[in-house]
């Protein structure tokens, strides 16, 4: 009887043990840091509403880094001086990631998270095949008529809105567009006229 018993308190000292020690797949559930998984299956350059391959809108600096370990990260800026980070993967394949940093002349805070995500590598595609040196003739066949080229009042630059083309996604040109006199708005671009870049952001 005393033998019986004692098993069963055994018994039951390794049950409650088993279920104070949270298994593999829960480990780390509640971190708030967490890589998003890249499977073998996913497409490294494909351009989403969440992020560009690996590189995913919110997630931070330091996470981008850890889970893109063969690509550099170097500290860049614009032309309007904001501070930005740009990821290197290969030969003329890179972002260029803005993660709400201070100071462009300090060094890289990696516990900033990413905002913005701008390629001009050709590399870079959406599901429907749109890349940075695209036609905008092409463009059109997939995303409609051309809505509006505008051009901003910083280095000019010029950003291209097609009619049916996703909301997350921001298309500048690569300089090509038609503007009457002072006008900073056109339907009119060049022959040959191409996406520079393509962008997308968090809300």
């Given amino acids: 009887m005393k033998w019986s018993r004692a098993l069963v308190l055994l018994g039951f000292t390794l049950a409650c043990t088993e279920r104070a020690t949270p298994d593999a797949s829960e480990a780390g559930r509640d971190s708030r840091s967490v890589i998003p998984s890249v499977s073998a299956q996913t497409d490294a350059y494909l351009i989403s509403s969440s992020g560009m391959g690996a590189i995913r809108l919110g997630v931070t ?4 880094r850890r889970a893109l370990p063969s690509a550099t990260f170097a500290r860049t800026s614009d032309g309007d001086g904001v501070a ?4 290197t993967l290969g ?3 890179s972002l260029t990631v803005y993660a709400d940093e201070d100071d462009a ?3 890289i805070e990696w ?3 990413i905002q913005r995500i701008e390629t001009f590598s050709p590399a870079f595609h959406t599901a429907d095949g749109v890349r940075p ?3 905008v003739s092409d463009v059109e066949g997939v995303f409609g008529r051309t809505r509006e080229i505008m051009k901003s009042e910083i ?3 010029e950003f291209i809105e097609f009619e049916r083309q996703p909301a997350f996604l921001t298309l500048r040109l690569d300089y090509t567009g038609v503007f009457s006199g002072d006008a ?3 339907q009119e671009y060049k022959p040959g006229a191409k996406i520079l870049s393509i962008a997308i952001a968090s809300n």
């Fill in 84 to 87: 930005l980070v740009e990821v």
């Fill in 184 to 186: 900073r708005a056109t």
């Fill in 111 to 113: 516990t900033k998270r």
């Fill in 61 to 64: 600096l330091e996470d981008a």
């Fill in 133 to 135: 040196g695209t036609l």
């Fill in 105 to 107: 002349e300090a060094p």
């Fill in 91 to 93: 030969a003329d394949t």
């Fill in 155 to 157: 280095e000019s630059r």
